[in-house]
C-alpha cells in the first residue's frame, strides 16, 4: 500500500498567477523575456518548486515509514488469511456433521451460534484493524507534512524564496514546471541527512498494533 503524503500544492497557485499580470513590459526579443522571467526579474518574486514525485520515492523517512507498514500489513493479512481459513474449515466440518445425522438439533443450534458469533468477531476485527491502518497513514502523513513545513522554513531563512512551489507529473495544479526553479535536490538531499541524523526519526509517529488478537 503506497504512502502518497506530497499535499496538492505547498501554496495558492492563484498567487503565481496574479504575480505573471505584474510583469514589465519590455521590446526586447521572445527569447530574451523568456530567460528573463526565468531569472524572476520580471515579478520581482523568487519562487521554486520541488518535485513531489522524487520526494515521495527517495525521502529515507517516507521509504522506512513504507517499510515499517508494509510489514504490519502483511502481518495483518495473514492473521486475516488464518483466522478466515480455520472459520471456513469449521463451517464445512459442521455441515458434514449435520449431513451424516451424527449431531442432536440441541448440538447443531449452539454450534451454529457459536460459528455465527466468531464470524462476527472476524468482520468485527476487520474493521477494527481497517481503523487502525486508516489512523496510522493520517499520522504518518500529518507528521511528514509538520517536517517538511519546519524544514522549509529552516531551509529559507538563508535562500530567501518567495514561494516554494511542489509538483507532481501524475497531476496537480501546476500543470508545467521550468527546471531553473527546481531544487529538489537540494531540498532531498539537506532533508535525508537531517532524517540520518536523527531530526525526524525521534519524532516518527507510533505505529499501531495490527497483531494483536
Not at 456433521?97 to 468477531?121: C, D, N, P, S, V
Not at 507529473?169 to 541524523?197: C, F, H, R, W
Request: with cysteine.
Amino acid at each position: 500500500m503506497k504512502l502518497k503524503l506530497i499535499s496538492a500544492a505547498l501554496l495558492s497557485l492563484v498567487v503565481l498567477a496574479a504575480c505573471g499580470d505584474k510583469g514589465k513590459k519590455s521590446t526586447k526579443t521572445n527569447t530574451t523575456t523568456q530567460s528573463t522571467e526565468a531569472k524572476g526579474e520580471n515579478s520581482g518574486l523568487k519562487l521554486a518548486f520541488v518535485n513531489a514525485d522524487t520526494l515521495n520515492k527517495y525521502y529515507l523517512y517516507l521509504k522506512d515509514q513504507e517499510a515499517a507498514f508494509k510489514k504490519k500489513q502483511d502481518a495483518y493479512e495473514g492473521e486475516m488469511a488464518n483466522k478466515e481459513k480455520a472459520l471456513q474449515n469449521e463451517f464445512a466440518a459442521f455441515q458434514k456433521k449435520i449431513q451424516a445425522g451424527t449431531m442432536t438439533q440441541t448440538e447443531g443450534e449452539a454450534t451454529e451460534k457459536r460459528l455465527g458469533q466468531q464470524q462476527q468477531a472476524l468482520e468485527k476485527r476487520h474493521q477494527t484493524i481497517s481503523a487502525e491502518i486508516a489512523k496510522e497513514q493520517m499520522a504518518i502523513q500529518d507528521e511528514f507534512q509538520k517536517k517538511l513545513d519546519e524544514f522549509l522554513a529552516k531551509f529559507n531563512e538563508e535562500r530567501k524564496y518567495d514561494f516554494i512551489f511542489t509538483y507532481l507529473k501524475s497531476g496537480g495544479p501546476i500543470l508545467y514546471a521550468n527546471k531553473a526553479y527546481d531544487i529538489t535536490q537540494e531540498v532531498l538531499d539537506a532533508m535525508n541527512e537531517d532524517y540520518k541524523n536523527g531530526g525526524s526519526k525521534k519524532d516518527a509517529p507510533a505505529a499501531a498494533d495490527t497483531t494483536k488478537k
